[in-house]
Protein backbone atom coordinates (compact mmCIF):
# COMPACT_ATOMS: atom_id res chain seq x y z
CA UNK A 1 0.00 0.00 0.00
CA UNK A 2 1.22 3.35 -1.03
CA UNK A 3 1.98 5.38 1.97
CA UNK A 4 -0.18 8.98 2.77
CA UNK A 5 2.54 11.89 3.32
CA UNK A 6 2.02 15.42 3.64
CA UNK A 7 4.11 18.31 3.15
CA UNK A 8 3.07 22.24 4.35
CA UNK A 9 4.74 24.93 5.87
CA UNK A 10 5.63 28.16 6.31
CA UNK A 11 8.03 31.26 5.00
CA UNK A 12 9.94 32.53 8.18
CA UNK A 13 9.54 36.63 8.07
CA UNK A 14 7.51 36.81 11.14
CA UNK A 15 5.84 35.63 14.48
CA UNK A 16 2.84 33.53 13.26
CA UNK A 17 -0.63 34.72 14.12
CA UNK A 18 -4.13 33.45 14.46
CA UNK A 19 -4.30 33.63 10.79
CA UNK A 20 -2.03 31.27 10.29
CA UNK A 21 -3.02 29.51 13.47
CA UNK A 22 -7.20 29.21 11.69
CA UNK A 23 -5.93 28.71 8.09
CA UNK A 24 -3.59 26.04 8.98
CA UNK A 25 -1.76 25.22 12.00
CA UNK A 26 -5.14 24.17 14.00
CA UNK A 27 -5.67 22.09 11.00
CA UNK A 28 -2.20 20.74 11.35
CA UNK A 29 -2.56 19.54 14.58
CA UNK A 30 -5.90 17.54 13.80
CA UNK A 31 -3.97 15.76 11.12
CA UNK A 32 -1.17 14.56 12.64
CA UNK A 33 -3.87 13.58 15.54
CA UNK A 34 -6.11 12.04 13.13
CA UNK A 35 -3.60 8.82 12.70
CA UNK A 36 -4.49 8.87 8.79
CA UNK A 37 -1.03 9.69 7.57
CA UNK A 38 2.00 7.86 7.65
CA UNK A 39 4.51 10.74 7.49
CA UNK A 40 4.23 14.65 7.89
CA UNK A 41 6.95 17.30 7.03
CA UNK A 42 6.00 20.65 8.18
CA UNK A 43 9.08 23.27 6.62
CA UNK A 44 10.49 26.08 7.65
CA UNK A 45 10.70 27.57 4.20
CA UNK A 46 13.57 29.74 4.89
CA UNK A 47 15.02 29.75 0.80
CA UNK A 48 12.12 30.72 -0.71
CA UNK A 49 11.83 33.26 1.55
CA UNK A 50 15.24 34.40 0.72
CA UNK A 51 13.80 34.99 -2.90
CA UNK A 52 12.53 38.22 -2.15
CA UNK A 53 14.64 39.24 1.26
CA UNK A 54 17.72 38.29 -0.22
CA UNK A 55 19.29 42.10 0.99
CA UNK A 56 18.06 41.22 4.51
CA UNK A 57 18.65 38.15 5.43
CA UNK A 58 18.95 38.34 9.22
CA UNK A 59 14.75 38.59 8.87
CA UNK A 60 14.49 35.40 7.26
CA UNK A 61 17.15 34.23 9.76
CA UNK A 62 16.04 35.54 13.25
CA UNK A 63 12.17 34.69 12.63
CA UNK A 64 13.11 30.45 12.14
CA UNK A 65 13.31 30.08 16.02
CA UNK A 66 10.04 32.32 16.39
CA UNK A 67 8.35 30.16 13.86
CA UNK A 68 9.52 27.18 15.80
CA UNK A 69 8.41 27.58 18.52
CA UNK A 70 5.22 28.70 17.50
CA UNK A 71 4.67 25.43 15.67
CA UNK A 72 5.62 23.73 19.64
CA UNK A 73 3.44 26.30 21.41
CA UNK A 74 -0.13 25.27 19.40
CA UNK A 75 1.06 21.62 19.88
CA UNK A 76 2.77 20.17 16.90
CA UNK A 77 4.51 17.29 18.21
CA UNK A 78 7.83 16.48 17.24
CA UNK A 79 7.19 12.94 17.61
CA UNK A 80 4.78 12.78 14.98
CA UNK A 81 5.62 15.28 12.55
CA UNK A 82 9.09 16.04 11.15
CA UNK A 83 10.02 19.98 11.24
CA UNK A 84 12.67 20.77 9.20
CA UNK A 85 14.51 24.02 8.00
CA UNK A 86 14.53 23.90 3.99
CA UNK A 87 17.80 25.39 3.38
CA UNK A 88 19.65 22.19 5.13
CA UNK A 89 18.16 19.89 2.23
CA UNK A 90 20.52 20.66 -0.62
CA UNK A 91 19.02 18.28 -2.88
CA UNK A 92 15.93 20.21 -2.86
CA UNK A 93 17.86 23.04 -4.94
CA UNK A 94 19.42 20.28 -7.44
CA UNK A 95 15.45 18.77 -7.98
CA UNK A 96 14.66 22.45 -8.89
CA UNK A 97 17.51 22.36 -11.58
CA UNK A 98 16.39 19.65 -12.93
CA UNK A 99 12.66 20.65 -13.27
CA UNK A 100 13.32 24.37 -14.21
CA UNK A 101 14.16 22.37 -17.90
CA UNK A 102 10.29 20.68 -17.77
CA UNK A 103 8.85 24.49 -17.47
CA UNK A 104 8.87 27.73 -19.77
CA UNK A 105 8.41 31.27 -18.87
CA UNK A 106 5.50 32.06 -20.63
CA UNK A 107 3.72 29.34 -18.49
CA UNK A 108 5.25 30.64 -14.79
CA UNK A 109 3.96 34.16 -15.83
CA UNK A 110 0.50 32.65 -16.45
CA UNK A 111 0.44 31.47 -12.50
CA UNK A 112 -2.07 33.38 -11.12
CA UNK A 113 -0.55 32.62 -7.46
CA UNK A 114 3.04 34.40 -8.82
CA UNK A 115 1.61 36.85 -11.04
CA UNK A 116 -1.04 38.14 -7.42
CA UNK A 117 2.48 37.60 -5.65
CA UNK A 118 4.64 40.01 -8.07
CA UNK A 119 2.13 42.69 -8.44
CA UNK A 120 1.50 42.38 -4.45
CA UNK A 121 5.70 42.90 -3.96
CA UNK A 122 5.55 45.95 -6.46
CA UNK A 123 8.30 43.42 -8.89
CA UNK A 124 6.46 44.13 -12.06
CA UNK A 125 9.99 45.70 -13.74
CA UNK A 126 12.32 44.16 -11.77
CA UNK A 127 12.09 40.55 -10.68
CA UNK A 128 14.39 38.25 -8.87
CA UNK A 129 14.82 35.33 -10.76
CA UNK A 130 14.51 32.63 -7.75
CA UNK A 131 10.94 34.51 -6.45
CA UNK A 132 9.90 34.15 -10.33
CA UNK A 133 10.39 30.51 -10.65
CA UNK A 134 9.47 29.12 -6.80
CA UNK A 135 6.38 27.46 -8.17
CA UNK A 136 9.18 25.21 -9.49
CA UNK A 137 10.93 25.41 -5.95
CA UNK A 138 7.99 24.63 -4.62
CA UNK A 139 7.40 21.51 -7.06
CA UNK A 140 11.03 20.44 -5.80
CA UNK A 141 9.67 20.65 -1.86
CA UNK A 142 6.22 18.93 -2.47
CA UNK A 143 8.19 16.21 -5.09
CA UNK A 144 11.49 15.25 -2.73
CA UNK A 145 8.93 13.73 0.33
CA UNK A 146 6.44 12.11 -1.87
CA UNK A 147 4.09 13.52 -0.69
CA UNK A 148 0.12 13.22 -1.45
CA UNK A 149 -0.86 15.18 0.31
CA UNK A 150 -0.53 19.28 0.52
CA UNK A 151 -2.74 21.29 3.00
CA UNK A 152 -3.46 24.64 1.54
CA UNK A 153 -5.98 27.23 0.69
CA UNK A 154 -8.18 27.57 -2.87
CA UNK A 155 -5.35 30.29 -3.67
CA UNK A 156 -2.40 27.63 -3.43
CA UNK A 157 -4.44 25.62 -6.44
CA UNK A 158 -2.37 26.86 -8.78
CA UNK A 159 1.26 26.32 -7.50
CA UNK A 160 -0.48 22.65 -6.77
CA UNK A 161 -1.42 22.39 -10.57
CA UNK A 162 2.07 23.54 -11.63
CA UNK A 163 3.48 20.50 -9.43
CA UNK A 164 1.40 18.29 -10.75
CA UNK A 165 2.18 19.48 -14.71
CA UNK A 166 5.50 19.05 -13.49
CA UNK A 167 5.22 15.12 -12.04
CA UNK A 168 3.44 13.99 -15.41
CA UNK A 169 5.87 16.15 -17.57
CA UNK A 170 8.96 14.37 -16.16
CA UNK A 171 6.97 10.71 -16.20
CA UNK A 172 5.74 10.87 -19.50
CA UNK A 173 9.45 11.88 -20.38
CA UNK A 174 11.79 9.79 -17.98
CA UNK A 175 9.38 7.41 -16.81
CA UNK A 176 6.93 6.76 -13.93
CA UNK A 177 9.31 8.40 -10.86
CA UNK A 178 7.37 10.63 -9.01
CA UNK A 179 4.17 11.32 -6.77
CA UNK A 180 1.70 13.77 -8.20
CA UNK A 181 -0.04 15.67 -4.98
CA UNK A 182 -3.39 16.47 -4.40
CA UNK A 183 -4.45 19.64 -2.11
CA UNK A 184 -6.66 19.19 1.08
CA UNK A 185 -8.37 22.45 1.28
CA UNK A 186 -9.55 23.49 4.94
CA UNK A 187 -12.71 22.58 6.05
CA UNK A 188 -13.85 25.48 7.95
CA UNK A 189 -14.85 27.73 5.31
CA UNK A 190 -15.76 30.73 7.31
CA UNK A 191 -12.58 31.09 8.40
CA UNK A 192 -10.45 30.18 5.47
CA UNK A 193 -8.83 33.97 5.65
CA UNK A 194 -9.04 35.64 8.84
CA UNK A 195 -9.14 39.43 8.12
CA UNK A 196 -6.35 41.73 10.13
CA UNK A 197 -8.10 43.51 13.27
CA UNK A 198 -8.82 46.89 11.29
CA UNK A 199 -11.15 44.78 8.97
CA UNK A 200 -8.84 45.01 6.39
CA UNK A 201 -8.86 41.18 4.15
CA UNK A 202 -5.56 40.67 4.88
CA UNK A 203 -3.81 40.46 8.68
CA UNK A 204 0.22 41.45 8.16
CA UNK A 205 2.59 42.21 10.10
CA UNK A 206 3.45 45.54 8.45
CA UNK A 207 -0.28 46.35 8.24
CA UNK A 208 0.36 46.41 12.06
CA UNK A 209 -3.03 44.36 12.49
CA UNK A 210 -2.59 40.82 13.38
CA UNK A 211 -3.02 39.12 16.88
CA UNK A 212 0.12 37.42 17.28
CA UNK A 213 0.11 33.62 18.96
CA UNK A 214 2.92 34.55 21.41
CA UNK A 215 0.64 37.83 22.37
CA UNK A 216 0.51 38.82 25.95
CA UNK A 217 -3.06 38.85 27.68
CA UNK A 218 -2.66 42.99 27.84
CA UNK A 219 -1.78 42.67 24.13
CA UNK A 220 -4.66 40.60 23.31
CA UNK A 221 -7.04 42.76 25.16
CA UNK A 222 -5.89 45.78 23.87
CA UNK A 223 -6.37 44.66 19.70
CA UNK A 224 -9.81 43.32 20.20
CA UNK A 225 -11.16 46.14 21.91
CA UNK A 226 -9.87 48.53 19.05
CA UNK A 227 -11.13 46.30 16.80
CA UNK A 228 -13.07 47.15 13.69
CA UNK A 229 -17.03 46.40 13.77
CA UNK A 230 -19.98 47.84 12.30
CA UNK A 231 -19.51 51.56 11.20
CA UNK A 232 -23.03 52.50 10.90
CA UNK A 233 -23.77 50.69 14.33
CA UNK A 234 -23.27 54.08 16.81
CA UNK A 235 -25.51 53.07 19.38
CA UNK A 236 -26.38 50.33 21.50
CA UNK A 237 -30.07 50.64 20.37
CA UNK A 238 -29.48 50.47 16.80
CA UNK A 239 -29.27 47.36 14.51
CA UNK A 240 -25.92 46.26 13.77
CA UNK A 241 -24.79 44.27 10.69
CA UNK A 242 -22.74 40.84 11.60
CA UNK A 243 -21.51 40.13 7.47
CA UNK A 244 -18.05 41.46 7.28
CA UNK A 245 -17.74 42.65 11.20
CA UNK A 246 -14.69 41.80 11.91
CA UNK A 247 -15.25 40.58 15.84
CA UNK A 248 -18.35 38.24 14.91
CA UNK A 249 -15.88 37.17 11.80
CA UNK A 250 -13.22 35.50 15.02
CA UNK A 251 -16.05 34.92 16.98
CA UNK A 252 -16.97 32.70 14.18
CA UNK A 253 -13.48 30.94 13.92
CA UNK A 254 -12.91 30.36 17.43
CA UNK A 255 -16.21 30.55 19.57
CA UNK A 256 -17.42 27.60 21.48
CA UNK A 257 -21.06 26.85 22.72
CA UNK A 258 -19.58 26.50 26.21
CA UNK A 259 -17.84 29.38 26.00
CA UNK A 260 -21.44 31.02 26.36
CA UNK A 261 -22.06 29.21 29.72
CA UNK A 262 -18.46 30.08 31.14
CA UNK A 263 -18.65 34.11 29.82
CA UNK A 264 -21.83 35.01 28.63
CA UNK A 265 -24.62 32.88 29.84
CA UNK A 266 -27.51 35.16 28.73
CA UNK A 267 -26.98 33.67 25.19
CA UNK A 268 -26.84 30.04 24.70
CA UNK A 269 -25.35 29.76 21.71
CA UNK A 270 -22.88 32.73 18.83
CA UNK A 271 -26.58 32.81 16.67
CA UNK A 272 -28.21 33.91 19.66
CA UNK A 273 -25.84 36.98 20.01
CA UNK A 274 -26.01 37.45 16.17
CA UNK A 275 -29.82 37.68 16.36
CA UNK A 276 -29.26 40.12 19.23
CA UNK A 277 -27.00 42.59 17.49
CA UNK A 278 -28.90 42.47 14.34
CA UNK A 279 -31.90 43.56 16.18
CA UNK A 280 -30.51 45.95 18.29
CA UNK A 281 -29.79 46.42 21.97
CA UNK A 282 -26.60 45.33 22.42
CA UNK A 283 -23.47 47.44 22.38
CA UNK A 284 -19.66 46.71 20.55
CA UNK A 285 -18.09 46.68 24.31
CA UNK A 286 -19.77 43.37 25.35
CA UNK A 287 -19.25 41.46 22.29
CA UNK A 288 -15.74 42.82 22.18
CA UNK A 289 -15.32 41.99 25.95
CA UNK A 290 -17.02 38.11 25.29
CA UNK A 291 -14.22 37.85 22.33
CA UNK A 292 -11.57 38.66 23.99
CA UNK A 293 -12.75 36.24 26.75
CA UNK A 294 -12.66 33.65 23.87
CA UNK A 295 -9.37 34.80 22.27
CA UNK A 296 -7.55 34.36 25.72
CA UNK A 297 -9.36 30.93 26.31
CA UNK A 298 -8.01 30.09 23.18
CA UNK A 299 -4.41 31.26 23.06
CA UNK A 300 -2.95 30.66 27.08
CA UNK A 301 -2.60 27.46 26.24
CA UNK A 302 -0.29 27.72 23.37
CA UNK A 303 1.43 30.87 25.27
CA UNK A 304 2.07 28.83 27.82
CA UNK A 305 3.51 25.81 26.03
CA UNK A 306 5.35 28.20 24.39
CA UNK A 307 7.06 29.35 26.96
CA UNK A 308 8.12 26.00 27.93
CA UNK A 309 9.91 25.41 25.10
CA UNK A 310 11.45 29.06 25.21
CA UNK A 311 13.36 28.36 28.56
CA UNK A 312 15.00 24.88 26.54
CA UNK A 313 16.30 26.81 22.90
CA UNK A 314 19.55 23.71 22.74
CA UNK A 315 16.15 21.37 22.53
CA UNK A 316 14.40 22.88 20.12
CA UNK A 317 17.64 23.62 17.80
CA UNK A 318 17.98 20.02 18.39
CA UNK A 319 14.47 19.51 17.08
CA UNK A 320 15.33 21.05 14.35
CA UNK A 321 18.00 20.24 14.00
CA UNK A 322 17.52 16.07 13.54
CA UNK A 323 14.06 16.74 11.60
CA UNK A 324 16.17 18.09 8.87
CA UNK A 325 18.40 15.10 8.85
CA UNK A 326 15.38 12.95 8.86
CA UNK A 327 13.83 15.08 5.76
CA UNK A 328 17.02 14.96 4.22
CA UNK A 329 17.62 11.34 3.94
CA UNK A 330 14.40 10.99 2.30
CA UNK A 331 14.85 13.91 -0.41
CA UNK A 332 18.03 11.82 -0.76
CA UNK A 333 16.21 8.96 -2.04
CA UNK A 334 13.92 10.70 -4.33
CA UNK A 335 16.89 12.42 -6.08
CA UNK A 336 18.77 8.87 -6.24
CA UNK A 337 15.44 8.14 -7.99
CA UNK A 338 15.01 10.77 -10.35
CA UNK A 339 19.16 10.53 -11.17
CA UNK A 340 18.37 6.73 -12.12
CA UNK A 341 15.02 7.43 -14.43
CA UNK A 342 17.53 10.53 -16.08
CA UNK A 343 20.53 8.01 -16.31
CA UNK A 344 22.56 10.69 -14.99
CA UNK A 345 23.38 8.38 -11.77
CA UNK A 346 26.97 7.96 -14.05
CA UNK A 347 28.68 6.47 -11.53
CA UNK A 348 26.36 4.22 -9.85
CA UNK A 349 25.09 2.94 -13.53
CA UNK A 350 26.57 -0.40 -14.47
CA UNK A 351 24.28 -0.54 -17.98
CA UNK A 352 25.84 2.90 -18.66
CA UNK A 353 29.54 1.50 -17.93
CA UNK A 354 28.99 -1.62 -20.05
CA UNK A 355 27.10 -0.20 -22.41
CA UNK A 356 30.13 2.42 -22.82
CA UNK A 357 32.68 -0.48 -23.01
CA UNK A 358 31.48 -2.37 -25.74
CA UNK A 359 30.91 0.50 -27.51
CA UNK A 360 34.67 1.42 -27.97
CA UNK A 361 36.07 -2.14 -27.69
CA UNK A 362 38.09 -3.04 -30.06
Avoid: W
Avoid at 90 to 117: A, D, G
Avoid at 214 to 236: C, G
Avoid at 239 to 260: H, I, R
Avoid at 340 to 358: G, H, S, V
Amino acid sequence: MNKKIILTGDRPTGRLHIGHYVGSLRGRVELQDSGKFDEIYIMIADAQALTDNAEHPEKVRNNIMEVALDYLGVGLDPNKVTILIQSQIPELTELTFYYMNLVTVSRLQRNPTVKSEIQMRNFESSIPVGFFTYPISQASDITAFDATTVPAGEDQEPMLEQTREIVRKFNSVYGETLVEPEILLPSNKAALRLPGTDGKAKMSKSLGNCIYLADTEEEIRTKVMSMFTDPNHLRVQDPGQVEGNTVFTYLDAFCKDEYFAEFLPDYANLEELKAHYRRGGLGDVKVKKFLNKVMLETLAPIRARRGEYEKKIPEVYEILHQGSIAAEKKAAATLDRVKNAMKINYFDNEEMLADAAAKYAK
